[in-house]
């Protein structure tokens, strides 16, 4: 149990070798220590799963994590953290699901849940409160997401509880498979959802009631909930647009600024822009406006295809991400294909990025000529050719065909094919690249070659650059706008918010904002430095967690097209990341972090941090 | 009289009212301690079915409590509760047709929406704008 407010202060560990399942306090010095989410993932992650680990094998774990600030009532906080070794990178990976999984289970009173060993059967995990079960779920083995999510709540006779599931991706071990919350949200990347389905693990349903949340400074806490709701209405992005559009309206802004990924990023500019742009999407798709617990934002939307031969289709979204992936980036100009993509995703249980960037690759191999259709099932897999983007689609999805070659992932696929094809395999250690340029700013191309996940958007984010409030054609000061802005993201997915909200907290570097929130629902009373400490504690230990690993410098790196092909076109044409370029903003970041030059934090950085057990493991 | 209307086309399901109900009254957040509810319906969630007490003229609740702790009260335009008169007894529970009357787990007292005398906490955080304070 803890004194700090916002915590349940226990989780629940379940071992599905064994059956057993055990409750767990979390101490006051843990907490103060590694915060909640991200911090606590790590934290476990790192002592409980050792080196060389399989992560399709019963040693992996998967871990489940909320922070302080979820359950409360402060503005979009509802995601939950997911963290495991992925099966595509095999590093350390975390990911974040909005919903209101993150909600329930704290009503239900635990922080968090770890998931380890191996089940024989098919079973799902039932959690009411104080009453945990391993049920059976030979039954819903083999069904999508949404189907899986009403046969539990039929079973269970509670149409309140909310349930993370794989779809048949994850049970058939798809190496980007990913977990389903509430059938709205997804863990989206990293392969999650196979290393769940390697546990024959269908599902966890949650039901709270039994936990309140208790808040260690009510009028202060009340004060700021005012404020943000106050900043939030005087926002226009924030209370109006993405409403409307959902994040959709960064396909048209990144095309006249000539980074919006198109044909296997080969080029920055989509002449199909008008297709899949945000007033389309509206227009064709978009239903209904919906939110996930405690957000006023509401930019999830419930949408429809009204027309073509998938007439009918519903599901939530696309957002943004799945525009580029599923859109520009195969070159698919009807918002309608990328929706029915979307769907078979969603319900299968598949990072929509990750398939979108697999099938981007397979496109340009065929163009090349370095694969033909009779490697390809016969598909002819030209890019904008819609009728074979939904085949290859559907394949990937059920690891079967050529699917279960893309299936594998981007650097996996150009290992095996060679003949240059490892040059335009978009991919950062393994992880495929999200829908932001790298050639278009420098600081995300630092980022992206730094990030403990791979080519994850979410370490470093790109909007300090793309508002102009710092210039994305400069090199210089890009290592410390990456380091302050990883402070805020680890910070950012340890309480947890919303990435919507992170530009009203502060986006770049901790500052008292930040630590004036956490102490009003926690009384934890950090400092501005204590809370620095932390954020760099969490970083550190997933870097340890990638050391020991095998991974280094040498793999903080990025693909060889951003790194020797200019932009070709548009208004960021020109543009390119030099490896020399590269090399000097990793000397700096490094030195910044205070690693050494193979990017291995040093023994004087990790006493510091307080993780000497880590440093005697790692170094 | 008032009561709060609920637009079912501009819910979003996000419950920030459950939450901000349940901690403006109590302190704390628990939806089991809200006076309003929000449950997700659909295979997708895209619609919400609402639990709100509607602020009867002629309140059952009020009919079938024994003490005088619910009253229609003509001049605030709503039924008000006091705790301190409640016996915890939940026959208000049983006669309201809307099953918006709850108990309190704990302190076993009604929960009892009181449109936070006049000015609702739900309504002031709905920014989608489905829930709003009615004459009728």
Redesign the interface.
């Given at each position: 149990m803890t004194k700090y407010g916002g915590y349940c202060g226990k989780i629940l560990r379940i071992n599905l070798s064994s059956g057993k399942i055990t409750k767990e306090d979390l101490s006051d010095s843990l907490l103060r220590k590694f915060l909640g989410g991200n911090g606590l993932g790590i934290s476990y992650l790192f002592n409980e799963v050792k080196k060389g680990v399989d992560p399709l094998s019963e040693e992996n774990k998967i871990l489940i994590f909320t922070g302080p600030l979820n359950?409360?009532?402060f503005?979009s906080t509802s995601k939950i953290g997911v963290f495991t070794k992925s099966p595509l990178t095999n590093g350390f990976t975390d990911s974040y699901a909005g919903g209101?999984f993150a909600a329930e289970l704290k009503?239900a009173g635990y922080d968090g849940i770890i998931i380890e060993g191996k089940s024989e059967k098919p079973v799902y995990i039932y959690i009411h409160n104080e009453n945990i079960e391993i049920r059976d779920a030979s039954k819903i083995w083999g069904k999508i997401n949404?189907d899986t999510k009403?046969e539990i709540l039929n079973e269970l006779n509670d149409?309140?509880v909310r349930v993370a599931s794989i779809g048949p991706s994850g049970e058939k071990l798809v190496n980007y498979a990913n977990i389903n919350f509430?059938?709205?949200h997804w863990a989206g990347r990293g392969g999650n959802g196979s290393v769940m389905g390697s546990k024959k693990l269908k599902a966890i349903a949650v039901r709270g009631?039994g936990?309140?949340?208790?808040?260690a400074d009510?009028e202060k806490f009340?004060q700021l909930?005012t404020d943000y709701?106050k900043k939030?209405?005087e926002n226009k992005t924030l209370?109006e647009v993405l409403?409307k559009y959902g994040t959709t309206t960064a396909t048209r802004a990144n095309n006249s600024m000539g980074i919006l990924g198109t044909r296997n990023w080969q080029t920055e500019v989509f002449k199909g822009i008008e297709g899949i742009s945000a007033e389309a999407i509206d227009e064709k798709l978009y239903?209904?406006?919906?939110?996930?617990?405690?957000?006023?934002?509401?930019c999830m939307h419930?949408s429809e295809i009204k027309e073509g031969p998938y007439i009918g289709t519903?599901?939530?979204g696309p957002q943004y991400e799945t525009v580029y992936s599923l859109g520009s980036l195969c070159c698919n100009s009807n918002s309608n294909i990328i929706a029915k993509g979307n769907e078979i995703c969603n319900e299968m249980g598949i990072d929509t990025i990750s398939t979108g960037v697999s099938i981007a690759f397979l496109m340009e191999c065929f163009e090349k000529g370095l694969l033909k259709e009779e490697d390809l099932d016969g598909l002819s897999l030209n890019f904008g050719n819609e009728e074979s983007f939904i085949k290859m689609v559907e394949k990937i999805s059920q690891n079967e065909g050529i699917g279960k070659f893309a299936a594998k992932g981007v650097k996996i696929m150009s290992e095996e094919i060679g003949k240059g094809s490892e040059k335009f395999a978009i991919h950062m250690k393994g992880y495929e690249l999200a829908g932001h340029s790298v050639r278009g700013y420098k600081g995300m191309s630092l980022g992206y070659a730094t990030s403990p996940r791979g080519g994850s958007h979410q370490d470093m984010r790109h909007l300090p650059e793309r508002s102009g409030e710092f210039d994305r054609t400069n090199c210089e000061g890009k290592a410390k706008l990456v380091f302050d802005v990883n402070s805020t993201t680890a910070i950012r997915d340890s309480f947890t918010y919303c990435t919507m909200i992170e530009g009203v907290v502060g986006r770049v570097g901790i500052d008292s904002k930040h630590v004036d929130l956490i102490n009003a629902v926690t009384g934890i009373g950090y400092t501005v430095e204590e809370l620095q400490k932390v954020s760099e504690r969490i970083y550190n230990l997933e870097r340890c967690f990638n050391v020991r690993e095998g991974k280094d410098r040498k793999d903080d790196t990025l693909p060889s097209r951003f790194m020797n092909e200019p932009i070709p076109e548009g208004p960021s044409k020109g543009m390119v990341t030099t490896k020399k370029e590269l090399d000097t903003m990793l000397d700096e970041y490094y030195q910044i972090r205070g690693w050494n030059t193979n990017g291995i934090p040093t023994k004087e950085k990790l006493d510091s941090l307080d993780l000497q057990e880590a440093a005697k493991e790692v170094l | 009289m008032k009561k709060l209307k609920w637009d079912k086309?501009l819910c979003?399901?996000?419950?920030?009212c459950e939450?901000?109900c349940a901690?403006s009254h109590?302190?704390?957040?628990?939806?089991?301690?809200s006076r309003i509810r929000i449950?997700?319906?659909g295979?997708?969630?895209?619609?919400q079915k609402s639990t709100i007490c509607q602020q009867c003229k002629d309140a059952e609740c009020v009919k079938a409590c024994p003490t005088d702790a619910l009253k229609i009260d003509i001049k605030k335009g709503y039924v008000t509760f006091t705790e301190d008169d409640c016996i915890g007894c939940s026959a208000c529970v049983e006669a309201c047709p809307f099953s918006a009357i709850f108990m309190h787990?704990e302190k076993n007292t009604a929960l009892k929406c009181d449109l936070c005398g006049g000015f609702p906490k739900c309504v002031e955080?709905?920014?989608?704008g489905a829930l709003k304070v009615i004459e009728y």
């Open positions: 359950g409360t009532v503005p209101h009503f949404s009403s149409h309140q509430d059938g709205t009631t936990c309140n949340i208790n808040i009510k009340e909930i709701y939030i209405k209370s409403s239903e209904k406006a919906l939110a996930c617990f405690s957000c006023p934002i509401r419930y519903r599901n939530i | 086309k979003t399901g996000c419950r920030v939450s901000i901690f109590e302190g704390v957040i628990n939806p089991i301690l449950a997700p319906l295979k997708y969630e895209e619609t787990p955080h709905c920014l989608s």
